[in-house]
């Protein structure tokens, strides 16, 4: 668990299905992992916001993977382990900071509203 995930940018990259639901793709800059070192997925929520359903570390290599290809093992699912406190649960106040930080970036919740998830 890193102490403070702090959001320094994230652009949309567009709609993908993450197990049979439409979600945004959210590329995040943090401090921790770089310019685009992780992938956030929002879904449509009951209340008209968005749902921070999975978030991937994106350890391509462009130099290597000159193709987008999200299936590749370079993409490790990190949503559980990166808000865990030391008793192994979830700190949801933390979780949810990250997900208002990218939603406040610049653009993002416009581009994620005109891609029409609900």
């Not at 959001?7 to 049979?20: I, L, M």
């Not at 933390?94 to 653009?107: D, H, M, P």
Request: net charge negative.
């Amino acid at each position: 668990m890193i102490e403070t995930l702090q959001v320094k940018g994230a652009r949309v990259k567009g709609a993908v299905d993450r197990n049979g639901t439409r979600c945004a793709l959210v590329e995040v800059d943090t401090e921790a992992y770089g310019t685009g070192g992780l992938l956030a997925y929002f879904g449509p929520s009951a209340d008209d916001e968005y749902d921070l359903s999975a978030i991937v570390h994106n350890d391509a290599s462009r130099d290597i993977d000159w193709f987008d290809n999200s299936s590749h093992l370079a993409y490790e699912d990190v949503s559980i382990g990166l808000f865990e406190t030391a008793s192994m649960k979830t700190d949801w106040g933390q979780r949810e900071a990250f997900k208002e930080q990218v939603l406040a970036c610049a653009g993002v919740r416009e581009e994620m509203a005109g891609l029409r998830l609900n």
